[in-house]
């Protein structure tokens, strides 16, 4: 899978880690999901707004699971960073 955008410094909260370790799921799978434009489990209306977000600089969200958990990862719009994290952390 090719990079759509660029991820920046990523960043992971430790409930996202404890998630994915439980789950047996690398973050860097989801991380190349997410580069790749495949958005995980968003709604037909979400996937389109990620979409115009490549094109104009806009946030960028994908929602994974993980075992019991939900996962999000979210790209900022001028690309510094990139966040996994758990859904209730946000």
Do not use: Q
């Not at 998630?19 to 860097?28: L, Q």
């Not at 495949?38 to 209306?45: M, S, Y």
């Amino acid at each position: 899978m090719s990079a759509r955008f660029p991820l920046g410094r990523i960043v992971a909260t430790p409930a996202a880690l404890d998630a994915c370790g439980e789950a047996e799921i690398t973050p860097d799978v989801l991380l190349a999901r997410h580069a790749a434009g495949d958005w995980g489990d968003v709604c037909r209306e979400d996937a389109a707004e990620n979409e115009l977000s490549i094109a104009k600089g806009f946030r960028i969200l994908s929602s994974y699971a993980a075992g019991n958990e939900r996962l999000w990862i979210i790209t900022e719009a001028d690309r510094s960073s990139t966040c996994l994290l758990l859904r209730e952390e946000y």
